[in-house]
């Protein structure tokens, strides 16, 4: 009696490649690792970045003149806004230059809005929203929550919550979403680029 074949073997699975702090990079997305300087006298383990504080200390904000109300910026609809937290006007600094003052920080809150809208997409094209944590991301089936700005700096509130706070991982979603603007940039004038290729 011929002897049967042995059925195939499964295709052993892939573990997720971990970021030097320990966490899974997102499937899809290329892994970028941070470069450490080395420092004489620290052990390299030292060296490894560990996950930051997801619950950091709230910034402090007192002092600051802190409005929703842009007077300079107009945004595109489904730009996300940031509070503007503003120095309030110091005597001696006349009108035009405290406008000139607010233009350029409005504008850089707007360019703010416009990267974290541009994470929000890349993480819809990667399917973040089919395990988000946020119930409304599940719900539309695309990245739509935000960080509490009240509670974070900028530079973290512009990746959504399912970005773990992970140098790494930050800095990975930080560069594909350079490359997409750069392959937007590329294209020919009057091409129509949509969302480019974070489309999900």
């Known amino acids: 009696?011929?002897?049967?074949?042995?059925?195939?073997?499964?295709?052993?699975?892939?573990?997720?490649?971990?970021?030097?702090?320990?966490n899974p990079f997102p499937p899809g997305l290329k892994p970028v690792f941070v470069p450490l300087r080395a420092m004489p006298g620290i052990p390299p383990e030292r060296m490894w970045p560990r996950?930051?504080?997801?619950?950091?200390?709230?910034?402090?904000?007192?002092?600051?003149?802190?409005?929703?109300?842009?007077?300079?910026?107009?945004?595109d609809p489904g730009t996300p806004r940031f509070k503007l937290r503003l120095q309030p006007r110091r005597r001696g600094r006349s009108e035009a230059q405290y406008a000139a003052y607010r233009r350029s920080l409005e504008r850089h809150f707007h360019a703010r809005g416009v990267y974290l809208k541009a994470?929000?997409?890349?993480?819809?094209?990667l399917g973040n929203f089919r395990s988000c944590g946020q119930g409304a991301c599940r719900r539309e089936k695309a990245c739509?929550?935000?960080?509490?700005?009240?509670?974070?700096?900028?530079?973290?509130?512009?990746f959504p919550p399912c970005v773990p706070i992970d140098l790494d991982i930050i800095e990975s979603y930080r560069e594909e979403v350079r490359a997409e603007?750069?392959?937007l940039c590329a294209r020919p004038a009057g091409e129509d680029s949509g969302a480019g290729d974070f489309v999900a």
């Open 1 to 22: 009696m011929p002897r049967s074949l042995p059925s195939p073997r499964k295709p052993a699975a892939v573990a997720p490649l971990l970021s030097q702090a320990g």
């Open 51 to 75: 996950p930051l504080d997801p619950n950091p200390p709230r910034p402090d904000f007192s002092g600051l003149v802190t409005t929703e109300t842009y007077l300079y910026e107009a945004f």
């Open 119 to 125: 994470v929000q997409l890349l993480c819809g094209a």
């Open 144 to 158: 739509c929550a935000r960080r509490d700005e009240d509670a974070f700096s900028i530079e973290l509130a512009m």
């Open 181 to 183: 603007i750069g392959r």
